[in-house]
């Protein structure tokens, strides 16, 4: 594909091709047609000279002397020929290199001729302009006279062709300057776009810190420029992001892999009993059995991430799913003297299974934060074809600058919670996969010792 350059320049120069053939076309025309009021002027003026002098033919004398006079006023006008013809047919006076389209005679015009009336005609290579008109001589019942005056044009037309060829010099040239001045034009303006272009260039995944000045890109680039800036910062906040899931994912499988290895070197150290052995092996399963959990939730996230995670459409009762998993965490709300108060009821369509697993999580973690004594609030609440489900828990709210980061992977709040069993800090970043698999949203907001959960989700 051609360069932007390049098009531009072309462009320019068809722009000044169409607008200096269109200027030249007006002015030949103009040219041609001035030329011919010239001739036409020469001719009308010859015609009247010639008219007066038939007009004074009165005697035989008269027109004897007619042809000398005539003669005599023609004298320096070398392309102009004349003939006056009787409209019997006989001859007065004729240049001697008369030439006249044959048979114009009997067209000749009665009176004063006409612009209009001008022929032009072609005779062995030389172009002629002329007019035929009818005279009456001055005499009573004088003989009727035809004047035919003819101008050859060749000066006329040496005069176009220098002038056309002028023309078409200087079409060319304008066409040539024309694309020059584009192609320095349009390089000169696409400068903001190579500095662009270099910008990206110097952008990698240790330099991502680059950016574009917006108030040194022209208007038009604007909001290219503040795009390009922002899939910047977009990249520099993923990179981060994954740089620092690459490091919690290795933290977090480094620990039980330590776990085990030790396990397995203490136990391989010195005989042990069955009884030793069989214990053990029972730890090293819980660790076995928290590196599966892991990976099944990379494994679930990964496929939220890439669209293959598929949910089944079908109707489901909140009221009744969040029933059966207060039932279900009923024994570790007694343990640390918590209680749920719910509200409201709605029905959603949608994956069950997933649906349950998302607010299994929400719910541990309300119970999970709530100081002894406290109570855990659940609200159902129907708004237009949405279903909003709150979960608000009192207890050490979460600070400001961190409500953003508590959807990412492996983010916890309290880095020393790194190694704790109770989950590999995936819990909110699979709930918030399962809400917009099922086209909803989910927000946080903590303030004043109160931390809600908002999730809502198409009733359709």
Do not use: C
């Not at 006279?145 to 000066?155: L, P």
């Not at 108030?215 to 420029?225: N, R």
């Not at 719910?363 to 100081?371: Q, V």
């Amino acid at each position: 594909m051609r360069s932007i350059t390049f098009r531009l320049a072309s462009l320019f120069a068809l722009a000044t091709l169409l607008v200096l053939a269109s200027i030249a076309y007006f002015l030949s025309r103009s040219v041609e047609t001035h030329l011919a009021e010239m001739d036409w002027t020469e001719i009308y003026g010859k015609w009247q000279l010639t008219s007066n002098l038939v007009q004074q033919i009165r005697t035989p004398a008269d027109k004897k002397a007619f042809p000398a006079l005539l003669q005599s006023a023609l004298v320096g006008h070398p392309y102009l020929s004349v003939a006056v013809d009787t409209q019997a047919g006989a001859t007065l006076f004729a240049s001697s290199h008369f030439s006249f389209p044959a048979g114009h005679a009997a067209a000749a015009a009665n009176g004063q001729p006409q612009f209009a009336s001008m022929l032009t005609w072609q005779r062995h290579g030389d172009v002629f302009r002329g007019i035929a008109a009818k005279t009456a001589s001055a005499e009573p019942g004088g003989p009727i006279y035809i004047i035919r005056i003819a101008v050859q044009t060749e000066e006329h037309r040496r005069f176009l062709a220098h002038f056309h060829h002028m023309l078409l010099l200087a079409l060319l040239f304008g066409m040539s300057t024309s694309a020059g001045l584009g192609w320095f034009i349009a390089r000169r303006g696409l400068l903001p776009i190579r500095h662009m272009a270099g910008v990206a260039g110097k952008i990698s995944a240790s330099q991502l810190a680059e950016r574009l000045e917006i108030d040194s890109v022209p208007q038009e680039l604007h909001d290219l420029a503040i795009a390009f800036n922002d899939m910047l910062a977009r990249l520099e906040n993923a990179f981060q992001r994954l740089s620092d899931f690459s490091a919690d994912i290795a933290h977090e499988l480094r620990t039980p892999i330590n776990n085990l290895i030790i396990q397995s070197q203490v136990a391989l150290s010195q005989n042990r009993t069955n009884d030793e052995y069989r214990d053990t092996l029972a730890s090293n399963l819980e660790e076995f059995d928290r590196l599966a959990r892991m990976i099944s939730d990379m494994l679930f996230l990964a496929k939220a991430d890439n669209g293959l995670m598929t949910t089944e459409q079908a109707d489901v009762d909140l009221t009744n799913e969040i029933g059966h998993l207060l039932e279900y965490f009923s024994p570790v709300m007694e343990e640390q003297n918590v209680k749920v108060v719910m509200s409201g009821t709605g029905r959603v369509r949608g994956d069950r299974i997933m649906l349950q697993r998302a607010l299994a999580n929400l719910l541990s973690n309300a119970i999970t934060h709530t100081p002894p004594g406290g109570a855990i609030q659940v609200r159902l609440q129907q708004q237009a074809q949405q279903l909003q489900i709150a979960i608000q828990n009192p207890g050490q709210g979460i600070p400001q600058e961190q409500l953003d980061r508590i959807f990412d992977r492996f983010y916890r709040l309290d880095p020393s919670r790194r190694a704790s069993p109770d989950g590999a800090g995936l819990g909110l970043a699979i709930t918030q996969s399962i809400i917009r698999a099922h086209n909803g949203t989910i927000t946080v907001t903590s303030r004043d010792g109160m931390t809600i959960f908002i999730v809502t989700l198409p009733m359709q």
